[in-house]
């Protein structure tokens, strides 16, 4: 399973960015797709995600009402709207996959994207 993350960049607190995550159209019509991200010294936590129809979603509470996860079926890819950045928000941001679920914790989690830096300056 192949994971292409992109989208990153620098941007000033309050801009925003879309990540991509792109996948096969099979890993993509069966499994579920989580957002994580790990910022230097810090553990990787979840951001969003949603499970394999894209009909439940759930976001940290540190990024609710700002970021929106979604899905384009025909491109089988997952997008990860941010917006009102802050520079808490910098970090490496994973896409990853693995039950058709929705799941929240790394471990669920059996399959990475590279990673994509996100930089939001001050």
């Known amino acids: 399973v192949q994971l292409q993350a992109s989208g990153g960049g620098s941007v000033e607190a309050g801009g925003s960015l879309r990540l991509s995550c792109s996948a096969s159209?099979?890993?993509?019509?069966?499994?579920?797709m989580g957002w994580f991200r790990q910022a230097p010294g810090k553990e990787r936590e979840f951001v969003a995600g949603?499970?394999?129809?894209?009909?439940?979603?759930h976001y940290a509470d540190s990024v609710k009402g700002r970021f929106t996860i979604s899905r384009d079926k025909d491109k089988s890819i997952t997008y990860l709207q941010m917006n009102s950045l802050t520079s808490e928000d910098t970090a490496i941001y994973y896409c990853?996959?693995?039950?058709?679920?929705?799941?929240?914790?790394?471990?669920?989690?059996?399959?990475w994207g590279q990673g994509t830096l996100v930089t939001v300056s001050s």
């Open positions: 990853a996959t693995g039950h058709p679920t929705l799941c929240l914790l790394p471990y669920e989690y059996d399959n």
């Open positions: 159209a099979r890993v993509f019509n069966n499994y579920g």
């Open positions: 949603l499970n394999w129809l894209g009909s439940m979603t």
